[in-house]
């Protein structure tokens, strides 16, 4: 279950992050609502996923999957396309969250 609960937290926390531009420094009462209720939900699901996954990998895989995907949402809906310096940046952040979970034993699947 830690790594469904990883999926639901950084989705959460896509969508809480993706959501603070449209809050406009928080004087946009929905989305700033989305921004809060998508980080609690997040942290709260971050928490469970440490039960059965350790810190340095649950962080590692959250907060890489979430710039990666939060670049992708800003690219759709607020065309702000990465330059080629910034897709190389992602490609060795998921590259080095691949080769953590195919090669650690810290990982535990």
């Keep these: 279950m830690g790594y469904w609960y990883l999926a639901i937290a950084t989705i959460a926390e896509v969508i809480a992050t993706s ?3 449209s809050s406009e420094e928080f004087t946009k009462l929905v ?3 989305i ?3 998508g980080y609690i939900v997040a942290f709260y ?3 469970l996923v ?3 996954v350790p810190i340095g990998i ?3 895989i959250w ?3 979430g710039i990666v995907l939060v670049a992708i949402v800003a690219a759709v809906i607020y065309k702000q396309i990465p330059d080629l310096p910034a897709l190389i940046g992602m490609t060795l952040i998921i590259t080095g969250v691949a080769v953590m979970n195919i090669f650690s034993k810290t990982v535990s699947h």
Excluded: D
Aim: hydrophobic residues 65%.
């Design 19 to 21: 959501a603070l531009k």
């Design 31 to 33: 989305p700033s609502l």
């Design 35 to 37: 921004v809060v209720v």
């Design 45 to 47: 699901f971050l928490a």
């Design 50 to 52: 440490l039960k059965t």
């Design 58 to 60: 649950a962080y590692a």
């Design 63 to 65: 907060a890489g999957m």
